[in-house]
């Protein structure tokens, strides 16, 4: 475990930052995590106080966090409570908090279930996303991957994994370090697509509480994200979203669907009734209590395979929780 937690640097006025007065935490471990704060921060249209831990200063050197927690090794109980204490205090009255790490990286691995344990001392709403290793890893790291998600889970309210073997399976032309960047590009989705239904900038808004009832103890998640232009366009969004390659499984059996739908202000009742249809249709639950919200953006569109560009078309974004079987 660790031998040390220092806190190494606040660049920022940390706290200060809310989202329609919900204070946002996104804590990134190792590496992957440090990488995604930095797309994060880049973007500067996230609304978070973003906290970098890392056992490799070179990491934290590069890293565009507000606070940065140097942890020197992973081997002594005096340096995890040295850790806990420092979270303990960055966590001071926030209202929810993201977790973003690889999992089998023993850095992410260990400090997930850490830093998500405090959170749910703290009684705070935690959103885990990790990414899955290929399978052609090591097996070691594969073992440390399956135990450190289920013991994640035991303290996070939702843990979304990412596969990065499907990502591998379905750009099998490209260099493996742009898998990574696919993969890291889908942690900055999955996080958007939850703050912008916290923005309130759409004709159907939700607001924390909402949120919240979804999001809290859900156990198995799954998530799917789509988009599409022209004609039928909100049948192809939703259609695209619920065959995202990076779903582990169909939204079949889902109890609560939380639902972004992003498009411009031209957007027509009857498209968003097509889209929820099809989303309930889906789950095959009589008794499915979807939660959605809508989202405006006044852009051109870009036929691009990047959910994240913008554009005048409609985006279904979804996460699919509370399953029984």
């Not at 993969?183 to 703050?195: D, H």
């Amino acid at each position: 475990m660790w031998d040390i937690a220092e806190d190494v640097e606040e660049k920022r006025n940390i706290g200060k930052k809310t989202l329609n007065g919900v204070k946002i935490k996104i804590i990134g471990i190792g590496k992957t995590g440090n990488n995604v704060i930095n797309k994060m921060v880049a973007r500067q249209d996230i609304r978070a106080d973003f906290i970098a831990v890392d056992t490799e200063r070179s990491n934290l050197d590069n890293s565009k966090a507000d606070t940065k927690i140097f942890v020197s090794s992973m081997i002594s109980y005096e340096a995890v409570e040295g850790l806990k204490k420092q979270v303990k205090k960055e966590l001071e009255k926030a209202d929810m908090v993201f977790i973003m790490a690889e999992m089998g990286e023993r850095t992410g691995t260990s400090a997930s279930s850490v830093i998500a344990e405090i959170a749910k001392s703290k009684d705070i709403l935690t959103v885990a996303i990790v990414s899955k290793p290929f399978k052609f890893e090591a097996s070691n790291k594969i073992r440390l991957a399956k135990k450190g998600k289920k013991k994640l889970k035991h303290f996070a309210d939702t843990v979304i994994v990412i596969p990065y073997q499907k990502l591998n399976d379905l750009y099998t032309d490209i260099p493996i370090a742009n898998i990574y960047e696919k993969g890291e590009k889908s942690f900055v989705t999955i996080v958007k697509g939850i703050l912008d239904l916290i923005k309130k900038q759409g004709i159907v808004n939700l607001d924390f509480a909402d949120i919240k009832s979804i999001l809290r103890n859900s156990g198995k998640t799954v998530l799917g994200f789509g988009k599409a232009d022209g004609e039928d366009r909100a049948k192809k969004a939703v259609e695209r979203a619920l065959n995202t390659p990076l779903l582990e499984r169909s939204i079949k059996g889902a109890g609560k669907i939380l639902m972004n739908i992003t498009s411009g202000n031209d957007i027509k009742l009857e498209e968003i009734s097509q889209i929820a249809t099809a989303v309930a249709k889906s789950s095959e639950n009589p008794n499915l209590f979807l939660a959605w919200g809508t989202v405006f953006e006044e852009n051109k569109f870009e036929d691009s395979e990047d959910f994240e560009k913008k554009g005048s078309c409609v985006k279904v974004y979804l996460i699919a929780t509370d399953f029984h079987d």
